[in-house]
């Protein structure tokens, strides 16, 4: 059974700076592309940033400049440094990966964490 958990994430002012982290575990033979998506409340779940396996990123406008995706895959953990974050950025984060395990191939999904910036 393949299981992403996420960590970080919490209350920061306007200009300050969070870091997120997904590590996934289980029976896992390769991770392909890893990425963080949010939510905000009443609105749908949208793309953040998204890595391969070989380090190519894709960012979302909004979030170009502000936010580093990077990952370890010794690891298996996908990371999110997020600075100058502004109170639009408020969301829950959640983990994204494609995964073949010893079971099948699937996408799989964190449970999530909150982000909050005051402003």
């Known amino acids: 059974q393949v299981q992403l958990v996420e960590s970080g994430g919490g209350l920061v002012q306007a200009g300050g700076s969070l870091s997120l982290s997904c590590l996934a575990s289980g029976s896992i033979i390769r991770v392909n592309d890893m990425g963080w998506y949010r939510q905000a409340p009443g609105k749908r779940r949208d793309l953040v940033a998204i890595?391969?396996?070989?380090?190519?990123?894709h960012y979302a406008d909004s979030v170009k400049g502000r936010f580093t995706i990077s990952r370890d895959n010794g690891k298996n953990t996908v990371y999110l440094q997020m600075n100058t974050l502004k109170p639009e950025d408020t969301a829950v984060y959640y983990c994204?990966?494609?995964?073949?395990?010893?079971?099948?191939?699937?996408?799989?999904w964190g449970q999530g964490t909150q982000v909050t910036v005051s402003s």
């Open positions: 890595i391969t396996s070989g380090g190519g990123t």
């Open positions: 994204n990966a494609d995964i073949n395990s010893a079971q099948a191939i699937g996408t799989y």
